[in-house]
C-alpha cells in the first residue's frame, strides 16, 4: 500500500484549491499536509480551531469553523468557503465520527447520520458554485469498511422507534455517504465535478474514543466483524486513498467510483473483507437519500 507522500510524488498542484472537513486529528491532517506538500492552497475545516492549529503544527492551511452536527454552522461555513474560494477544485468530506451512544445533533438528527452525512451533504450543496467554477473538480466522501454493517433505513433513520445500535447507525452512516457519491456523480458529473467514495483502511485515530473496552479488545485482537483479521496500517497509509481519490490523474473524467488501496474496488465478496455492499450503490435509493437529506437540511 502506497503513502500519501508517495502518491502525491509526481504531482504539481499548485493553482489547485482543495477543502478538507476535519482536519484537527487523524486523517484529515494528514490529508492537508499531503496536499499542501506538492503546492494547493488548502482551506482546513474545524470545529475546535485552536486543535487544529495545534495539530497542523505550522502547515500552510487557511482554517474555517465548521461543526457538521449544527446546520448553522455548516451554513456559515460555507458562506466563509464561498467568498476565500469561489473557485474550489476539490472537497475531501472527511471529517466523522464512529459508534458514540445514542447522541442528537442540534437540529435532532442521530448523531453519526447527522455528523457523517447530513452535514456534509448540506456543505457541498452549498459549495456547488464553487465546485463548478472549479470544475474539473472532485468531491471525495471519506466512507468505511463499516458500511458493509448495514443499509439505510429511511422509515426510521434517526432511530426513534428501533433500538439504537451504535455499530448499525455507523454502518447507515456511511452507506449514506456512498449513496451520496452515486447521486452526486448522476447529477454534477456532466458538469465537470466527479464524485467518490472510499474505505480508507483501518487506522489507530482519536475515532475510537467512543470504543468501550470490548470494542477496543475486539479490535486489537484483530477480529473482523464476520471473521478474518484486521490489518493495521498507519496514517499516512491510511489516508492515501482518499488524496489518490483527490489528485490521480488516473481517475480523471470518471466518478460515482468506490475506492479502497488506491485502486477502483468492486462489489463485496460478501465476507466484510472488501469491496462494497449493494444497498451502497443502488440508484434509486440514492435518489431517494438525495431528496430525503434536502428535505431534512431545509434545501427544498
Ligand atoms: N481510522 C479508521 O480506521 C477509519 C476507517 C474507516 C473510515 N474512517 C473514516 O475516516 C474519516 C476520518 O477519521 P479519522 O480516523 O481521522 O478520525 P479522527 O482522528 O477521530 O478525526 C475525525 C475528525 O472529524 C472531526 N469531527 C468529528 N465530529 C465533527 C463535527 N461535528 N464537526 C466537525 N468536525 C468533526 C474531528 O474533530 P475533533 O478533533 O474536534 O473531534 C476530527 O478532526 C472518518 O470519516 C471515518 O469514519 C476511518
Redesign the pocket.
Known sequence: MPTTDEVVRDLDLTGRTALV?????????ETARALTSVGARVLG????LG??KA?LDGLDVELVE?????LA?VRACAETVLELAPSLNVLVN?????APPLLR?AQGFELQLG??HL?HFLLTRLLEPALVAGAPARVVN?????HLRAGLDLDDPHWHTRPYDKWKA?GQS?TANVLFTVELERRWGPAGVHAYAL???????????HLTEADLAALSSGARPGGGQLTLVDVPT?AATQVWAATTPELEGRGGLYLEDCAIAGPTPGDGSAGYAPWAVDPEVARRLWEWSEREVGLV
Do not use: C, F, Q, W
Not at 476535519?22 to 484529515?28: D, E, N
Not at 475545516?45 to 475546535?48: G, L, N, S
Not at 474505505?199 to 474514543?209: A, K, Y
Open positions: 472537513t476535519g482536519v484537527s486529528a487523524g486523517l484529515g491532517v475545516a474545524a470545529r475546535d486543535k487544529a495539530a465548521l461543526d457538521l452536527a449544527d454552522s472527511n471529517a466523522g465520527v464512529m445533533t455528523t457523517n452535514g471519506v466512507s468505511s469498511r463499516g455507523y456511511k474505505h480508507p483502511g483501518v487506522i489507530m485515530t482519536e475515532l475510537s474514543r491510511g
